[in-house]
């Protein structure tokens, strides 16, 4: 019994981590208002001509092991409420890295999946991740309120 226990404590720590790494990329994007404009304007061609890159999606997606932070962009894809979560949804239409492409398209393809068959879908496509989209908000909102 104890080694189930470390195991999933292990596991929760990698959701934690790759949670903590993509708010950290979400707070260098929206450090500064100006950048923050710049980067997600309105026209979609002068975002697809901006070189600078600073979310670390293979990274995440490394540390993602339970897929919780699949399930958040899933569930960003069936609903994006606020202007932090829209920032989110934002984030992945950047242009990533070379080494981050594959990794990129993963989320992508999650969000996707939420957009067009909604919140249950998530759950069966996500079935490991034992929070939902609510609690994984909380956790990050925490993250952006404690990690500046």
Known sequence: MGYKLLILLGLLLGVLYSLHLLVKDYQALTAGKFLWKLLFKRDVSSQNSY???TVRWKKILGYDAIQCARYFYCDLGAKADNEIQKGFVQMLNLRPLEEDKSSLQVFQQ????????????CHKEYPVCPFDGKALYYIIRYLLQTTK
């Open 51 to 53: 070189q600078y890159h």
């Open 110 to 121: 999650a969000y996707e999946l939420g957009r067009t068959s909604g919140v249950e879908s």
